[in-house]
């Protein structure tokens, strides 16, 4: 099966997700994330900002930067390369492409690859063998190729598949946290 036809159904199931199922799925996915000691130590952490019913990530940044973590979020470009950029809360974002929330972009706020010590990453389905099928754009294959920062895919139980069609460009997770689980690779 393709990555295309796996992904169809998985991201609409998510989509049809109740608010109320969110809230508590992602606070369960938390709860497990800052309890895992490769979080619990990492002083910088890139982390996307949820969109469309994805495991909710706001909660988590205002925590992180609460606990003194330094936080980086999205900033994508046109040419398809993405970097990530401090923020000191989450009223700095604005509303990008696709629906995307980013800061206004500030160079001298860029952390560069090589400083991160974990990266929170979407994803429309995993397997436990740390494959991961994203939105399709290869924007987190591209950028995790640059850094040696710890991998972590948040994700829902039910997007825990048998296998994902792995290809030679896709960067694999270290963990998966759920809901119901912490996967370690």
């Known amino acids: 099966m393709?990555?295309?036809?796996?992904?169809?159904?998985?991201?609409a199931a998510r989509i049809q997700l109740p608010e109320r199922v969110v809230r508590k799925k992602s606070l369960r996915i938390h709860r497990h994330l800052i309890h895992m000691p490769a979080y619990r130590v990492a002083q910088r952490v890139a982390c996307y900002v949820s969109v469309k019913n994805e495991v909710d990530t706001k909660t988590l940044?205002?925590?992180?930067?609460?606990?003194?973590?330094?936080?980086?979020?999205?900033?994508?470009?046109a040419n398809g390369a993405m970097d990530f950029q401090a923020i000191a809360g989450l009223n700095e974002l604005r509303t990008a492409h696709n629906g995307l929330r980013e800061p206004v972009p500030n160079p001298q706020?860029?952390?560069?690859?090589?400083?991160?010590?974990?990266?929170?990453?979407?994803?429309?389905a995993f397997d436990r063998l740390g494959h991961r099928i994203g939105s399709g754009k290869g924007?987190?294959?591209?950028?995790?190729?640059?850094?040696k920062a710890i991998r972590i895919g948040l994700s829902y139980a039910f997007q825990i598949i048998d296998r994902v069609p792995a290809e030679p460009?896709?960067?694999?997770?270290?963990?998966i946290v759920t809901e119901s689980e912490m996967i370690e690779i």
């Open 2 to 11: 393709t990555k295309q036809n796996l992904k169809r159904p998985l991201h």
């Open 61 to 77: 940044i205002r925590t992180a930067l609460g606990s003194g973590k330094r936080v980086g979020v999205p900033i994508t470009r």
């Open 109 to 124: 706020l860029v952390l560069s690859p090589h400083t991160l010590d974990a990266i929170l990453i979407p994803g429309i």
């Open 139 to 147: 924007y987190y294959d591209r950028f995790l190729t640059r850094t």
């Open 169 to 175: 460009h896709d960067v694999k997770m270290d963990f």
